[in-house]
Protein backbone atom coordinates (compact mmCIF):
# COMPACT_ATOMS: atom_id res chain seq x y z
CA UNK A 1 0.00 0.00 0.00
CA UNK A 2 1.37 3.87 -0.60
CA UNK A 3 2.37 5.78 2.21
CA UNK A 4 0.60 8.19 4.02
CA UNK A 5 2.94 11.08 2.33
CA UNK A 6 2.65 9.04 -1.10
CA UNK A 7 -1.29 8.95 -1.07
CA UNK A 8 -1.52 12.66 -0.12
CA UNK A 9 1.43 13.68 -1.38
CA UNK A 10 0.18 15.96 -4.50
CA UNK A 11 -2.48 17.57 -1.64
CA UNK A 12 0.36 18.19 0.77
CA UNK A 13 2.64 20.02 -1.93
CA UNK A 14 -0.60 22.09 -3.09
CA UNK A 15 -1.35 22.99 0.18
CA UNK A 16 2.51 23.70 0.73
CA UNK A 17 2.32 26.23 -1.85
CA UNK A 18 -0.45 27.59 -0.95
CA UNK A 19 0.89 28.33 2.28
CA UNK A 20 3.76 29.46 1.48
CA UNK A 21 2.28 32.43 -1.31
CA UNK A 22 2.12 35.90 -0.45
CA UNK A 23 -1.38 37.41 -0.27
CA UNK A 24 0.34 40.86 -0.80
CA UNK A 25 2.17 39.63 -3.83
CA UNK A 26 -1.51 38.54 -5.25
CA UNK A 27 -3.24 41.78 -4.36
CA UNK A 28 -0.51 43.55 -6.04
CA UNK A 29 -1.29 41.45 -9.11
CA UNK A 30 -4.70 41.99 -8.62
CA UNK A 31 -4.47 45.91 -8.18
CA UNK A 32 -2.41 45.93 -11.36
CA UNK A 33 -5.33 43.81 -13.67
CA UNK A 34 -7.79 46.25 -12.05
CA UNK A 35 -5.61 49.21 -13.40
CA UNK A 36 -5.36 47.04 -16.80
CA UNK A 37 -8.59 46.80 -17.22
CA UNK A 38 -9.81 50.55 -15.91
CA UNK A 39 -7.28 52.07 -18.57
CA UNK A 40 -7.38 49.53 -21.45
CA UNK A 41 -11.39 49.16 -21.54
CA UNK A 42 -12.86 51.88 -23.94
CA UNK A 43 -9.49 53.14 -25.15
CA UNK A 44 -10.37 53.92 -28.49
CA UNK A 45 -13.70 55.39 -27.62
CA UNK A 46 -12.64 59.18 -27.46
CA UNK A 47 -11.52 60.74 -31.03
CA UNK A 48 -8.08 62.30 -31.22
CA UNK A 49 -7.81 65.89 -29.56
CA UNK A 50 -5.37 68.69 -31.02
CA UNK A 51 -2.53 67.95 -28.40
CA UNK A 52 -2.22 63.68 -29.78
CA UNK A 53 -3.12 65.20 -33.38
CA UNK A 54 0.21 66.82 -33.22
CA UNK A 55 1.60 63.24 -31.62
CA UNK A 56 -0.19 61.75 -34.91
CA UNK A 57 1.60 63.65 -37.04
CA UNK A 58 4.78 63.37 -35.65
CA UNK A 59 5.03 59.83 -35.45
CA UNK A 60 3.97 59.59 -39.50
CA UNK A 61 7.14 60.81 -40.53
CA UNK A 62 10.63 59.23 -40.54
CA UNK A 63 13.03 59.65 -37.77
CA UNK A 64 15.38 62.31 -38.82
CA UNK A 65 12.35 64.78 -39.81
CA UNK A 66 10.72 63.61 -36.87
CA UNK A 67 13.76 64.88 -34.40
CA UNK A 68 13.84 67.77 -36.75
CA UNK A 69 10.77 69.22 -36.14
CA UNK A 70 10.27 68.45 -32.34
CA UNK A 71 12.17 71.50 -31.12
CA UNK A 72 9.68 73.61 -33.26
CA UNK A 73 6.13 71.85 -32.89
CA UNK A 74 6.84 70.39 -29.08
CA UNK A 75 7.85 71.69 -25.85
CA UNK A 76 9.19 68.33 -24.46
CA UNK A 77 12.13 66.18 -24.68
CA UNK A 78 11.85 63.27 -27.54
CA UNK A 79 12.03 60.12 -25.58
CA UNK A 80 8.46 59.48 -25.88
CA UNK A 81 8.08 60.18 -29.37
CA UNK A 82 10.48 57.87 -30.46
CA UNK A 83 9.29 55.08 -28.20
CA UNK A 84 5.52 56.13 -29.42
CA UNK A 85 7.12 55.67 -33.26
CA UNK A 86 8.11 52.28 -32.89
CA UNK A 87 4.84 51.65 -31.08
CA UNK A 88 2.73 52.59 -34.10
CA UNK A 89 4.48 51.10 -36.16
CA UNK A 90 3.79 47.87 -33.90
CA UNK A 91 0.16 48.29 -32.81
CA UNK A 92 -1.08 50.93 -35.17
CA UNK A 93 -1.19 54.62 -35.93
CA UNK A 94 -5.93 54.61 -34.66
CA UNK A 95 -6.73 55.89 -31.06
CA UNK A 96 -6.31 52.65 -29.48
CA UNK A 97 -2.84 51.96 -31.08
CA UNK A 98 -1.13 55.28 -29.99
CA UNK A 99 -2.57 55.47 -26.58
CA UNK A 100 -1.69 51.67 -25.48
CA UNK A 101 1.67 52.75 -24.89
CA UNK A 102 0.52 55.35 -21.91
CA UNK A 103 -2.13 52.77 -20.63
CA UNK A 104 0.65 50.02 -20.74
CA UNK A 105 3.08 52.83 -18.79
CA UNK A 106 0.06 52.91 -16.53
CA UNK A 107 -0.28 49.28 -15.74
CA UNK A 108 3.17 48.84 -15.01
CA UNK A 109 2.92 52.41 -12.32
CA UNK A 110 1.08 50.12 -9.79
CA UNK A 111 3.63 47.45 -8.72
CA UNK A 112 6.36 50.26 -8.79
CA UNK A 113 4.68 52.28 -6.45
CA UNK A 114 4.03 49.49 -4.54
CA UNK A 115 7.66 48.43 -4.57
CA UNK A 116 8.55 52.31 -3.58
CA UNK A 117 6.15 52.16 -0.85
CA UNK A 118 7.01 48.92 0.55
CA UNK A 119 10.38 49.68 0.72
CA UNK A 120 9.73 53.56 2.03
CA UNK A 121 7.48 53.37 4.16
CA UNK A 122 5.77 49.27 4.84
CA UNK A 123 4.35 46.86 2.67
CA UNK A 124 1.06 47.68 3.81
CA UNK A 125 1.43 51.03 2.84
CA UNK A 126 2.74 49.88 -0.49
CA UNK A 127 -0.31 48.10 -1.38
CA UNK A 128 -2.59 51.10 -0.41
CA UNK A 129 -0.21 53.36 -2.81
CA UNK A 130 -1.16 50.62 -5.14
CA UNK A 131 -4.71 50.10 -5.18
CA UNK A 132 -4.60 54.31 -5.12
CA UNK A 133 -2.80 54.50 -8.00
CA UNK A 134 -4.41 52.07 -10.20
CA UNK A 135 -8.17 53.40 -9.23
CA UNK A 136 -7.02 57.54 -10.06
CA UNK A 137 -9.03 59.05 -12.66
CA UNK A 138 -6.79 62.01 -12.89
CA UNK A 139 -3.80 58.96 -13.89
CA UNK A 140 -6.96 56.92 -15.84
CA UNK A 141 -7.11 59.72 -18.11
CA UNK A 142 -3.45 60.43 -18.90
CA UNK A 143 -3.42 56.44 -19.54
CA UNK A 144 -5.65 57.05 -21.97
CA UNK A 145 -3.85 59.92 -23.95
CA UNK A 146 -1.14 59.81 -26.54
CA UNK A 147 1.30 61.89 -25.02
CA UNK A 148 4.03 61.93 -22.99
CA UNK A 149 2.31 62.10 -19.58
CA UNK A 150 1.87 58.63 -18.40
CA UNK A 151 5.17 57.56 -19.11
CA UNK A 152 6.45 60.31 -17.33
CA UNK A 153 4.75 59.19 -14.15
CA UNK A 154 6.08 55.49 -14.87
CA UNK A 155 9.66 56.39 -14.98
CA UNK A 156 9.48 58.66 -12.21
CA UNK A 157 7.75 55.73 -10.17
CA UNK A 158 11.01 53.77 -10.91
CA UNK A 159 13.17 56.41 -10.22
CA UNK A 160 11.27 56.56 -6.92
CA UNK A 161 11.51 52.98 -5.80
CA UNK A 162 15.70 53.00 -7.07
CA UNK A 163 15.75 56.10 -4.70
CA UNK A 164 14.10 53.74 -2.14
CA UNK A 165 17.02 51.19 -2.86
CA UNK A 166 19.71 53.63 -2.90
CA UNK A 167 18.62 55.37 -0.06
CA UNK A 168 18.98 52.42 2.19
CA UNK A 169 22.04 50.81 0.27
CA UNK A 170 24.05 53.56 -1.45
CA UNK A 171 26.52 51.22 -3.30
CA UNK A 172 27.15 51.55 -7.35
CA UNK A 173 24.29 49.40 -8.59
CA UNK A 174 21.45 51.57 -6.59
CA UNK A 175 22.94 54.85 -7.21
CA UNK A 176 23.53 53.60 -11.25
CA UNK A 177 19.78 52.31 -11.16
CA UNK A 178 18.41 55.95 -9.76
CA UNK A 179 20.61 57.92 -12.12
CA UNK A 180 19.39 55.86 -15.29
CA UNK A 181 15.89 56.31 -14.38
CA UNK A 182 16.35 59.78 -13.45
CA UNK A 183 17.90 60.01 -16.60
CA UNK A 184 15.11 58.75 -18.48
CA UNK A 185 12.43 60.47 -16.69
CA UNK A 186 14.17 64.00 -17.71
CA UNK A 187 14.06 63.21 -21.20
CA UNK A 188 10.40 62.65 -20.92
CA UNK A 189 9.81 65.74 -19.64
CA UNK A 190 11.10 69.22 -18.07
CA UNK A 191 8.91 69.06 -15.33
CA UNK A 192 10.83 65.36 -14.19
CA UNK A 193 12.93 67.79 -12.54
CA UNK A 194 10.49 68.69 -9.59
CA UNK A 195 10.79 64.88 -8.39
CA UNK A 196 14.25 64.17 -9.19
CA UNK A 197 15.66 67.50 -7.39
CA UNK A 198 13.87 66.87 -4.23
CA UNK A 199 15.39 62.88 -4.13
CA UNK A 200 18.97 63.99 -5.21
CA UNK A 201 18.76 66.37 -1.93
CA UNK A 202 18.00 63.76 0.25
CA UNK A 203 20.21 61.30 -0.94
CA UNK A 204 23.10 63.93 -0.62
CA UNK A 205 21.68 64.70 2.98
CA UNK A 206 21.95 61.46 4.15
CA UNK A 207 24.97 60.14 2.20
CA UNK A 208 27.10 63.35 2.13
CA UNK A 209 30.11 61.54 2.57
CA UNK A 210 29.90 59.17 0.09
CA UNK A 211 31.43 59.66 -3.54
CA UNK A 212 29.02 57.48 -5.53
CA UNK A 213 26.31 59.50 -4.65
CA UNK A 214 27.76 62.69 -5.64
CA UNK A 215 28.72 61.01 -8.77
CA UNK A 216 25.18 59.70 -9.60
CA UNK A 217 23.55 63.64 -8.78
CA UNK A 218 26.58 64.92 -11.22
CA UNK A 219 25.56 61.91 -14.14
CA UNK A 220 22.07 62.94 -13.62
CA UNK A 221 22.71 66.79 -13.50
CA UNK A 222 24.59 66.51 -16.87
CA UNK A 223 21.96 64.67 -18.49
CA UNK A 224 20.04 68.00 -17.34
CA UNK A 225 21.98 70.21 -18.83
CA UNK A 226 22.33 68.56 -22.17
CA UNK A 227 18.60 69.08 -22.59
CA UNK A 228 19.10 72.48 -21.52
CA UNK A 229 19.70 74.02 -25.02
CA UNK A 230 17.01 72.00 -26.40
CA UNK A 231 14.42 73.10 -23.76
CA UNK A 232 15.50 76.98 -24.55
CA UNK A 233 14.65 76.58 -28.07
CA UNK A 234 11.41 74.56 -27.32
CA UNK A 235 10.64 77.54 -24.91
CA UNK A 236 11.27 80.22 -27.12
CA UNK A 237 8.33 78.85 -30.05
CA UNK A 238 6.09 80.35 -27.32
CA UNK A 239 3.72 76.61 -27.93
CA UNK A 240 3.45 77.06 -23.19
CA UNK A 241 2.66 80.57 -23.12
CA UNK A 242 -1.08 80.40 -23.38
CA UNK A 243 -0.19 79.25 -19.61
CA UNK A 244 1.03 82.04 -18.13
CA UNK A 245 -1.32 84.06 -19.24
CA UNK A 246 -3.92 82.49 -16.80
CA UNK A 247 -4.18 83.75 -12.92
CA UNK A 248 -1.41 81.72 -11.21
CA UNK A 249 -3.99 81.11 -8.27
CA UNK A 250 -6.92 79.50 -10.14
CA UNK A 251 -4.28 77.11 -11.54
CA UNK A 252 -2.82 76.40 -8.05
CA UNK A 253 -6.14 75.64 -6.76
CA UNK A 254 -6.57 73.05 -9.57
CA UNK A 255 -4.48 71.23 -8.16
CA UNK A 256 -5.42 69.26 -5.31
CA UNK A 257 -8.79 68.67 -6.29
CA UNK A 258 -7.32 67.36 -9.90
CA UNK A 259 -5.07 64.79 -8.20
CA UNK A 260 -8.04 63.56 -5.89
CA UNK A 261 -10.76 63.29 -7.99
CA UNK A 262 -9.58 64.46 -12.00
CA UNK A 263 -10.37 66.67 -14.45
CA UNK A 264 -14.38 66.24 -14.18
CA UNK A 265 -16.73 64.04 -12.76
CA UNK A 266 -20.39 63.61 -12.20
CA UNK A 267 -21.15 65.17 -8.60
CA UNK A 268 -17.71 66.77 -7.75
CA UNK A 269 -19.88 68.92 -5.86
CA UNK A 270 -20.09 65.65 -3.35
CA UNK A 271 -16.75 63.35 -4.13
CA UNK A 272 -14.68 66.29 -4.04
CA UNK A 273 -15.17 67.59 -0.38
CA UNK A 274 -15.41 63.59 0.51
CA UNK A 275 -12.56 62.53 -0.82
CA UNK A 276 -10.60 65.63 0.66
CA UNK A 277 -11.85 64.56 4.45
CA UNK A 278 -10.44 61.14 3.72
CA UNK A 279 -7.16 62.17 2.92
CA UNK A 280 -7.18 64.74 5.78
CA UNK A 281 -8.20 61.65 7.95
CA UNK A 282 -5.48 59.84 6.32
CA UNK A 283 -2.72 62.87 8.01
CA UNK A 284 -4.62 62.71 10.90
CA UNK A 285 -3.70 58.67 10.75
CA UNK A 286 -0.39 59.16 10.00
CA UNK A 287 0.26 62.22 13.50
CA UNK A 288 -1.89 59.74 15.61
CA UNK A 289 -1.47 56.23 14.92
CA UNK A 290 1.49 55.47 12.54
CA UNK A 291 5.17 54.02 13.96
CA UNK A 292 7.75 56.65 14.87
CA UNK A 293 9.99 55.23 11.73
CA UNK A 294 7.11 54.70 9.66
CA UNK A 295 6.11 58.54 10.33
CA UNK A 296 8.82 59.93 9.51
CA UNK A 297 9.44 57.91 6.22
CA UNK A 298 6.21 59.07 5.23
CA UNK A 299 6.21 62.75 6.20
CA UNK A 300 10.04 62.62 4.33
CA UNK A 301 7.77 62.04 1.27
CA UNK A 302 5.18 64.45 1.75
CA UNK A 303 8.52 66.85 2.08
CA UNK A 304 9.59 65.68 -1.86
CA UNK A 305 6.40 66.59 -2.75
CA UNK A 306 6.51 69.70 -1.12
CA UNK A 307 9.77 70.64 -2.15
CA UNK A 308 8.52 69.57 -6.31
CA UNK A 309 5.86 72.33 -5.92
CA UNK A 310 8.35 74.60 -3.79
CA UNK A 311 10.77 74.08 -6.96
CA UNK A 312 8.41 74.83 -9.29
CA UNK A 313 6.88 78.52 -7.72
CA UNK A 314 10.56 79.10 -7.64
CA UNK A 315 10.42 78.58 -11.65
CA UNK A 316 7.46 80.47 -11.65
CA UNK A 317 9.17 83.46 -10.30
CA UNK A 318 12.39 83.60 -12.59
CA UNK A 319 9.78 83.79 -15.36
CA UNK A 320 9.27 80.14 -16.22
CA UNK A 321 5.63 79.52 -15.99
CA UNK A 322 4.10 76.54 -16.72
CA UNK A 323 2.22 75.29 -13.73
CA UNK A 324 -0.70 73.40 -14.76
CA UNK A 325 -2.05 70.15 -13.08
CA UNK A 326 -0.50 67.40 -15.60
CA UNK A 327 2.56 69.58 -15.48
CA UNK A 328 3.36 68.48 -11.80
CA UNK A 329 1.62 65.16 -12.35
CA UNK A 330 5.09 63.89 -10.70
CA UNK A 331 4.65 65.07 -7.48
CA UNK A 332 1.02 63.17 -7.22
CA UNK A 333 3.17 59.80 -6.33
CA UNK A 334 4.60 60.53 -3.00
CA UNK A 335 1.72 62.74 -2.12
CA UNK A 336 -0.17 59.49 -2.34
CA UNK A 337 2.70 57.11 -0.94
CA UNK A 338 2.58 59.92 1.98
CA UNK A 339 -1.54 59.44 2.63
CA UNK A 340 -0.50 55.85 1.71
CA UNK A 341 1.19 55.67 5.16
CA UNK A 342 -1.69 57.61 6.96
CA UNK A 343 -4.11 54.98 5.92
CA UNK A 344 -1.53 52.02 6.74
CA UNK A 345 -0.60 53.48 10.60
CA UNK A 346 -1.99 50.35 12.74
CA UNK A 347 0.34 51.42 16.45
CA UNK A 348 -1.84 50.68 19.29
CA UNK A 349 -0.28 53.21 21.91
CA UNK A 350 1.67 51.54 24.44
CA UNK A 351 1.89 48.31 22.10
CA UNK A 352 4.81 46.27 21.96
CA UNK A 353 8.14 46.87 19.89
CA UNK A 354 6.93 44.41 17.22
CA UNK A 355 4.76 47.08 15.89
CA UNK A 356 7.40 49.76 15.30
CA UNK A 357 9.18 47.33 12.84
CA UNK A 358 9.70 48.91 9.24
CA UNK A 359 7.13 46.47 7.57
CA UNK A 360 5.56 45.29 10.51
CA UNK A 361 2.39 46.43 9.15
CA UNK A 362 1.30 44.10 6.44
CA UNK A 363 3.52 40.92 7.27
CA UNK A 364 0.42 39.18 8.82
CA UNK A 365 2.56 38.48 12.29
CA UNK A 366 0.08 40.53 14.28
CA UNK A 367 -3.34 41.54 13.91
CA UNK A 368 -4.90 44.93 12.80
CA UNK A 369 -6.28 47.27 15.22
CA UNK A 370 -8.88 49.72 15.00
CA UNK A 371 -6.65 52.29 13.43
CA UNK A 372 -6.14 49.44 10.24
CA UNK A 373 -9.79 49.21 10.43
CA UNK A 374 -10.24 52.87 9.88
CA UNK A 375 -7.43 53.05 7.44
CA UNK A 376 -8.73 50.14 5.13
CA UNK A 377 -12.00 51.44 4.87
CA UNK A 378 -10.76 55.07 3.64
CA UNK A 379 -8.58 53.48 1.33
CA UNK A 380 -11.56 51.56 -0.59
CA UNK A 381 -13.79 54.44 -0.03
CA UNK A 382 -10.97 56.50 -2.04
CA UNK A 383 -10.68 53.67 -4.76
CA UNK A 384 -13.91 53.63 -4.92
CA UNK A 385 -14.72 57.22 -5.99
CA UNK A 386 -12.16 57.15 -8.18
CA UNK A 387 -13.45 54.14 -10.24
CA UNK A 388 -16.90 55.52 -9.96
CA UNK A 389 -15.14 59.01 -11.19
CA UNK A 390 -13.23 57.26 -14.00
CA UNK A 391 -16.91 55.86 -14.77
CA UNK A 392 -18.32 58.84 -15.04
CA UNK A 393 -16.02 60.78 -17.44
CA UNK A 394 -16.65 57.53 -19.96
CA UNK A 395 -20.48 57.84 -20.15
CA UNK A 396 -20.28 61.34 -20.30
CA UNK A 397 -19.42 63.25 -23.68
CA UNK A 398 -19.05 66.44 -22.46
CA UNK A 399 -16.44 65.03 -20.12
CA UNK A 400 -14.33 63.03 -22.83
CA UNK A 401 -12.07 64.60 -25.58
CA UNK A 402 -13.86 65.87 -28.56
CA UNK A 403 -14.80 63.08 -30.83
CA UNK A 404 -14.11 64.69 -34.26
CA UNK A 405 -14.51 61.64 -36.05
CA UNK A 406 -18.57 61.85 -35.93
CA UNK A 407 -18.23 64.98 -37.90
CA UNK A 408 -16.40 63.04 -40.37
CA UNK A 409 -18.61 60.63 -40.41
CA UNK A 410 -21.82 62.65 -40.82
CA UNK A 411 -19.26 64.75 -43.86
CA UNK A 412 -17.63 61.79 -45.54
CA UNK A 413 -14.47 61.49 -45.91
CA UNK A 414 -14.61 62.98 -49.25
CA UNK A 415 -16.56 65.37 -50.70
CA UNK A 416 -19.63 64.64 -52.25
CA UNK A 417 -18.82 66.23 -55.58
CA UNK A 418 -16.01 66.07 -57.64
CA UNK A 419 -15.39 70.13 -57.13
CA UNK A 420 -14.73 70.00 -53.65
CA UNK A 421 -16.04 71.76 -50.54
CA UNK A 422 -15.36 74.28 -47.94
CA UNK A 423 -15.81 73.65 -44.21
CA UNK A 424 -16.94 76.50 -41.66
CA UNK A 425 -16.35 75.18 -37.99
CA UNK A 426 -17.54 77.99 -35.64
CA UNK A 427 -15.28 79.21 -33.13
CA UNK A 428 -12.49 76.85 -33.75
CA UNK A 429 -9.41 78.01 -35.50
CA UNK A 430 -7.58 75.20 -36.09
CA UNK A 431 -6.84 72.25 -38.89
CA UNK A 432 -6.50 69.63 -36.16
CA UNK A 433 -7.77 67.04 -34.86
CA UNK A 434 -10.34 66.92 -38.40
CA UNK A 435 -7.40 66.91 -40.82
CA UNK A 436 -6.48 63.46 -39.80
CA UNK A 437 -10.01 62.15 -40.61
CA UNK A 438 -10.17 64.46 -43.76
CA UNK A 439 -7.59 63.90 -45.77
CA UNK A 440 -6.56 66.72 -48.31
CA UNK A 441 -8.03 69.79 -45.46
CA UNK A 442 -6.39 72.91 -45.93
CA UNK A 443 -6.69 76.22 -45.09
CA UNK A 444 -9.11 78.05 -47.36
CA UNK A 445 -6.83 80.43 -49.53
CA UNK A 446 -7.59 84.32 -49.85
CA UNK A 447 -8.53 84.15 -53.41
CA UNK A 448 -11.31 81.48 -52.21
CA UNK A 449 -12.40 78.23 -54.08
CA UNK A 450 -14.70 77.01 -56.86
CA UNK A 451 -16.90 74.45 -54.97
CA UNK A 452 -20.21 73.31 -55.03
CA UNK A 453 -20.51 72.09 -51.37
CA UNK A 454 -20.46 74.02 -47.87
CA UNK A 455 -20.72 72.46 -44.74
CA UNK A 456 -21.05 74.32 -41.52
CA UNK A 457 -19.86 73.17 -38.04
CA UNK A 458 -21.25 74.68 -35.00
CA UNK A 459 -19.78 73.45 -31.19
CA UNK A 460 -22.11 72.61 -27.98
CA UNK A 461 -19.64 72.23 -25.31
CA UNK A 462 -20.10 72.86 -21.39
CA UNK A 463 -18.98 76.15 -19.53
CA UNK A 464 -15.82 74.89 -17.57
CA UNK A 465 -13.77 77.90 -15.77
CA UNK A 466 -10.23 77.24 -17.09
CA UNK A 467 -10.61 73.78 -18.71
CA UNK A 468 -7.03 72.96 -20.69
CA UNK A 469 -7.20 68.90 -20.69
CA UNK A 470 -9.03 67.98 -23.80
CA UNK A 471 -12.02 67.50 -22.73
CA UNK A 472 -14.79 68.99 -24.63
CA UNK A 473 -14.94 72.14 -22.20
CA UNK A 474 -11.69 73.48 -23.71
CA UNK A 475 -13.88 74.27 -26.66
CA UNK A 476 -15.93 77.56 -27.35
CA UNK A 477 -19.36 77.21 -27.70
CA UNK A 478 -21.18 78.39 -30.99
CA UNK A 479 -24.93 79.28 -32.47
CA UNK A 480 -25.88 78.07 -35.97
CA UNK A 481 -27.89 80.09 -38.09
CA UNK A 482 -30.76 78.89 -39.40
CA UNK A 483 -29.73 79.63 -42.81
CA UNK A 484 -26.41 81.19 -44.52
CA UNK A 485 -26.40 83.80 -47.23
CA UNK A 486 -24.62 82.58 -50.17
CA UNK A 487 -25.14 83.48 -53.44
CA UNK A 488 -26.31 79.64 -55.50
CA UNK A 489 -26.02 77.47 -52.25
CA UNK A 490 -29.37 76.11 -50.52
CA UNK A 491 -29.97 74.30 -47.34
CA UNK A 492 -29.56 70.48 -48.02
CA UNK A 493 -29.63 68.76 -44.50
CA UNK A 494 -28.88 70.14 -40.42
CA UNK A 495 -27.95 67.31 -38.27
CA UNK A 496 -26.40 66.31 -34.70
CA UNK A 497 -23.26 64.54 -33.97
CA UNK A 498 -22.55 64.02 -30.65
CA UNK A 499 -21.10 67.74 -29.39
CA UNK A 500 -21.47 69.01 -33.08
CA UNK A 501 -24.25 70.15 -35.17
CA UNK A 502 -23.57 69.95 -39.16
CA UNK A 503 -25.55 72.18 -42.13
CA UNK A 504 -24.77 71.09 -45.95
CA UNK A 505 -25.07 73.87 -48.08
CA UNK A 506 -25.39 72.61 -51.93
CA UNK A 507 -25.11 74.50 -55.09
CA UNK A 508 -25.96 72.91 -58.61
CA UNK A 509 -23.12 73.84 -60.25
CA UNK A 510 -19.43 75.02 -58.62
CA UNK A 511 -19.70 78.77 -57.27
CA UNK A 512 -16.40 80.43 -55.95
CA UNK A 513 -16.50 81.15 -52.01
CA UNK A 514 -14.49 83.85 -50.60
CA UNK A 515 -13.71 84.69 -47.03
CA UNK A 516 -15.45 88.36 -47.55
CA UNK A 517 -18.61 86.12 -49.07
CA UNK A 518 -18.78 83.57 -45.69
CA UNK A 519 -18.16 86.61 -43.40
CA UNK A 520 -20.99 88.23 -44.98
CA UNK A 521 -23.29 85.45 -44.40
CA UNK A 522 -22.35 85.24 -41.02
CA UNK A 523 -24.74 87.29 -38.38
CA UNK A 524 -23.43 86.40 -35.33
CA UNK A 525 -19.60 85.50 -35.55
CA UNK A 526 -16.46 86.42 -37.54
CA UNK A 527 -14.06 84.78 -39.42
CA UNK A 528 -11.15 85.85 -37.29
CA UNK A 529 -12.34 83.44 -33.94
CA UNK A 530 -13.69 81.04 -37.24
CA UNK A 531 -11.86 78.04 -38.99
CA UNK A 532 -12.30 78.22 -42.94
CA UNK A 533 -10.96 74.86 -44.42
CA UNK A 534 -11.07 73.31 -47.91
CA UNK A 535 -10.91 70.01 -49.05
CA UNK A 536 -10.30 69.12 -52.59
CA UNK A 537 -13.04 66.75 -54.47
CA UNK A 538 -11.66 63.27 -55.73
Not at 64 to 87: A, F, H, N
Not at 209 to 233: E, N, T
Not at 361 to 383: E, W
Request: glycine fraction near 10%; aromatic fraction near 8%; proline fraction near 5%.
Amino acid sequence: MLGHDQRYGSRGFAQRIGASADPVIAAVAGLTALAAVLRFVGIGHQGFWFDEANTVLLVHLSPEKMLGLIPQSESTPPLYYCLVWIWARMFGYGEAGLRSLSALAGVLTVPLVYGAGAKLISRRAGLIAAALTACNPFLIWYSQEARSYELLVALSALALLAFAYALSDPEPRTLAAWAIASALCLATHYYAVLAIAPQAIWLLAAHRRRRAVGVAIAAVGACGLALLPLAISQNQTGHTSWIDHIALLPRLRQIFPQFLIGTGTPAQGVLEPLAAALVLLALVLLVVRAAPGERRRSLGLGALALGALVINLVLVALGIDDLITRNVIVIWLPAALMVAGGLAADRRPGGPAADRRPGGLADGRRPGGRGAVVGLVAAVALCGIGIFAAIGVASDRHLQRPDWRAVERVLGSRPSTAGGRVILIQHYRDLLPLSLYLPGLKFLAARGARVSEVDVVSISAPRVRLCWWGAACNLTSSTMQSSYSLPGFHVVWRRRALQFTIMRLSSPRPVLVSKRAVAGALTTTTLRHDALLEQVGR
